[in-house]
């Protein structure tokens, strides 16, 4: 998972994987050779999915493919996989999202099906030291 998102410290990685298989509110499917090669982490959504007309919702929370595998449909059939356990589990949708500039994951979702909803920008601004 550490490759997915390299800023978060490894501990948080593997306390949020505990926690998740403990709650049983993650999934995770790995795609292995002679060594683990990629995952798909699936959770279920009760809250607002952008473009989803159904509760829960299936959404992939991350996915990762090593480089060498990736083009090789590891992450295809990892999506299919966790689409056949959501589909098992009463789901008849699969969301994901990806940041707004990363084209690349953009192409890889539209490439195995997955239409785009919407786009946004998010904002915050502080609050508490405003002068």
Known sequence: MHHLWPDAPVTE??????LGLRSDKMHYFLAVTDEPIGF???????????GS????TAFIEGI???????DNDV????IEAA??????NGCDEIASDTEIENTGSQ??????GFQEVE?????????????
């Open 83 to 88: 689409a056949s356990f959501a589909r098992s």
């Open 119 to 131: 786009r946004t920008v998010h904002y915050i601004k502080k609050i508490s030291r405003y002068e």
């Open 40 to 50: 798909c982490q699936l959770s279920f959504r009760f809250d607002y999915v952008p």
């Open 107 to 112: 192409q890889f979702h539209e490439r195995v």
């Open 13 to 18: 990685l593997s306390a949020e994987v505990r």
């Open 64 to 70: 990762y493919v090593a480089e060498p595998e990736r």
């Open 75 to 78: 992450a295809t059939k990892l």
């Open 53 to 56: 007309s159904n509760t829960p």
